[in-house]
């Protein structure tokens, strides 16, 4: 099973970049995406269900901004839209399909660097997600989180950590919140327990100042995050650069189940 994540920045703007083609070739069982950018009304027929796939959608109520979407060959059983909190909801910022006892999740969380006001968002955000994420872990379902979480984890998850310990997605708060998704909660950073120590290849976003891509002065804030029964079964993971969608690049990784 190959599930892929991308922050496509616009699924317009992406599919004009050649996402969809690019897709069509990958043999992808999921695809997650992030910032659509878009109402239903704005998406042609090949966005809304690409060849092969059923699609199904969380989108914003501001026109333009953020949403979240789900690819999948298999129809779910279940689809959930939102978190049941009207102002997150609002953003269109959750996803999920349920396949059996699998669930995937399609997420995108705020991005606090505009302004001391949407950081608040952010936290509060992360506030509310938290004990949704016990929920999901205590399901006993085999569940697989897929997104842009706007948060650096570690050192090695972005070039420049050092100038970045107090800018919003790699703020100590946040990186704390991770951990204890992590360590306490007992979910599982895919990614990392594939390559545990890689750098560069890891990174999943660039900024658009200062040459950060031809550098590759990158973070890695994309993440599949899983039960650890699914992530036990990830096979391999990589991220993809050959092309460009997006500020973001997908993330792609095989699971043997």
């Not at 994540?5 to 069982?29: E, H, M, P, Y």
């Not at 269109?92 to 399909?97: S, T």
């Not at 949407?118 to 399901?139: N, T």
């Not at 660039?206 to 039960?227: C, E, F, H, L, M």
């Amino acid at each position: 099973m190959r599930i892929i994540s991308a922050n496509l920045n616009g699924i317009r703007s992406a599919t004009s970049k050649g996402f969809f083609d690019w897709l069509s070739s990958q043999q992808a069982d999921i695809v997650c995406v992030q910032e659509l950018k878009a109402q239903a009304a704005d998406l042609r027929p090949d966005m809304l269900a690409p060849p092969g796939f059923h699609g199904h959608f969380h989108y914003a109520e501001k026109k333009g901004y953020s949403g979240v979407g789900i690819y999948s060959r298999q129809i779910p059983d279940k689809v959930i839209e939102g978190l049941g909190i009207a102002d997150i909801d609002a953003e269109g910022r959750y996803l999920q399909a349920d396949f059996g006892n699998l669930s995937i999740i399609s997420l995108y969380l705020p991005s606090g660097s505009s302004s001391e006001e949407r950081q608040q968002v952010k936290f509060y955000f992360l506030e509310c997600f938290f004990p949704h994420l016990r929920e999901l872990k205590a399901s006993g379902r085999e569940i697989v989180l897929c997104g842009d979480w706007n948060i650096a984890h570690k050192e090695i998850d972005l070039k420049n950590w050092k100038s970045n310990q107090k800018n919003s997605g790699f703020l100590p708060e946040e990186r704390a919140w991770l951990t204890h998704v992590f360590d306490q909660v007992g979910w599982v950073d895919v990614y990392r327990r594939l390559h545990p120590d890689a750098t560069g290849d890891a990174y999943t976003w660039w900024s658009n100042r200062g040459q950060a891509w031809a550098k590759n002065v990158g973070w890695r804030i994309d993440y599949q995050i899983a039960t650890p029964g699914i992530a036990a079964q990830a096979a391999s993971a990589s991220v993809y650069k050959a092309e460009r969608f997006s500020d973001h690049a997908p993330l792609v990784i095989d699971y043997t189940t």
